[in-house]
């Protein structure tokens, strides 16, 4: 296949022909993707990040890093991000995501850098502690079981239902018996 026929509409010309494909696969990813500059601030976010927290993907280019990430994860975020920026070999870490309405969401991230200084986030949401299990109360002291009363059944004499083949074949003519 030439290079044409691998290329889409979403390819900017003078790009690689998979180039748009990446942009695709970033944008409609249920992964959380950030991308962030050498200096930390946001180059771009994806569609499900931005879901995640409540915030428009063009709102948030040019902004540091750390106004997505809850005030209290701030300066380990920041530790994180200096040591890794001169093409350090990457890092895992939680951070807790500031959503637009002020909530925290923990999101396990993933630090990897490329050679142009540019960082790369892959998140997932972290799971959430369990809750403490809620006691069971002791249920009450039941009365102890009844036992049925036993009864003899009644005994009714019946008639056993007659032979259906018995029958027809007592209604069926002579002629029709000596013939088989």
């Known amino acids: ?18 180039a748009g494909n990446v942009e695709f696969f970033f944008d409609f990813a249920r992964e959380l993707y950030v991308i962030l500059d050498a200096t930390g601030n946001v180059h771009r976010i994806n569609e499900a990040l ?14 540091p890093f750390a106004n997505l990430i809850a005030p209290d994860d701030r300066p380990a975020v920041a530790a994180i991000l ?3 920026a001169a093409a350090g070999p990457g890092a ?9 309405d ?30 403490a299990p809620t006691p069971v109360p002791e249920p009450a002291e039941l009365p102890a079981p009844v036992e049925p009363a036993q009864t003899e059944p ?11 083949f018995q029958t027809i074949f007592e209604q069926l003519p002579e002629p029709w018996l000596l013939a088989s």
């Open 50 to 63: 931005a879901r995640l927290g409540g915030w428009e993907p063009a709102d948030c280019a040019g902004q």
């Open 92 to 100: 895992d870490f939680t951070a807790a995501c500031l959503t637009a």
């Open 82 to 84: 200096a040591e890794n």
């Open 154 to 164: 009644a005994v009714v004499a019946a008639e056993a239902p007659p032979n259906l």
């Open 102 to 131: 002020e909530t925290t969401i923990p999101i396990a991230w993933r630090l990897s850098t490329q050679p142009s200084g540019m960082l790369y986030l892959a998140g997932v949401p972290a799971a959430q502690p369990a809750p």
């Open 1 to 18: 296949m030439t290079d044409a026929e691998w290329s889409f509409e979403l390819n900017p010309p003078g790009l690689h022909p998979m």
